[in-house]
């Protein structure tokens, strides 16, 4: 497993942008599928984005796509979420989570071992 830790939430207004990052402890970040989960109060763990291991391939849920942007940066070992356009249903704690293989259109937790700790994202009317 690898120890992953996020950052980057905050307090924003609707129509605006803020960008997360997950830092892995380990220089191996390259053999793991990256993911960003979000998780609103009362409701499930809802997949958001993944991307392959090269960064090649990214996939975004329906509700996200053409505002959210997920990338990676594997000498840097961190992966990032640019979140743009944002609304008040985009509240919610943000997950990141590493997993062995890209799972593309049809992610779920089971498909990651590692998870952060979260961070807060808060989208005002």
């Known amino acids: 497993q690898v120890q992953l830790v996020e950052s980057g939430g905050g307090l924003v207004q609707t129509g605006g942008s803020l960008r997360l990052s997950c830092a892995a402890s380990?220089?191996?970040?390259?053999?793991?599928?990256m993911g960003w989960f979000r998780q609103a109060p009362g409701k499930e763990r809802e997949f958001v984005s993944v991307?392959?291991?090269?960064?090649?391939?990214?996939y975004h849920t329906d509700s996200v796509k053409g505002r959210f942007t997920i990338s990676r940066d594997n000498a840097g070992n961190t992966v990032y979420l640019q979140m743009n356009s944002l609304k008040p249903e985009d509240t919610a704690v943000y997950y990141c989570?590493?997993?062995?293989?890209?799972?593309?259109?049809?992610?779920?937790?089971?498909?990651?071992?590692?998870w952060g700790q979260g961070t807060q994202v808060t989208v005002s009317s």
């Open positions: 991307i392959s291991r090269s960064g090649r391939n990214t």
């Open positions: 989570a590493a997993g062995r293989t890209y799972c593309s259109s049809s992610c779920s937790p089971d498909d990651f071992d590692s």
């Open positions: 380990r220089r191996t970040i390259g053999t793991y599928a």
